[in-house]
């Protein structure tokens, strides 16, 4: 993966964005740590592709209650004077 300084990714913003379509990602810099990464529209699809939405994590992926007994107690609770 290619690196590239702010400044460099400013001027050169175009180059930056041919080279993800032809290397992958890039990486840009900030005071000399990781900041962010260009990808190229494919890459960036293929990986979102990959992410399941709302109703699989509610109905697929999700926690199973096949099991689960919900009975409601038949105690009526305790008696309490009331003065």
Do not use: C
């Amino acid at each position: 993966m290619a690196t590239w300084q702010i400044q460099q990714a400013k001027s050169k913003l175009s180059e930056l964005i041919e080279r993800s379509k032809r290397e992958g990602p890039q990486t840009i810099t900030k005071h000399g740590k990781p900041s962010a990464v260009i990808l190229s529209m494919e890459e960036y699809d293929s990986l979102r592709r990959n992410e399941p939405d709302l109703v699989d994590v509610l109905f697929r992926l999700g926690p199973k209650f096949d099991d689960l007994d919900i009975e409601r107690s038949k105690d009526t609770g305790r008696e309490v004077e009331l003065e």
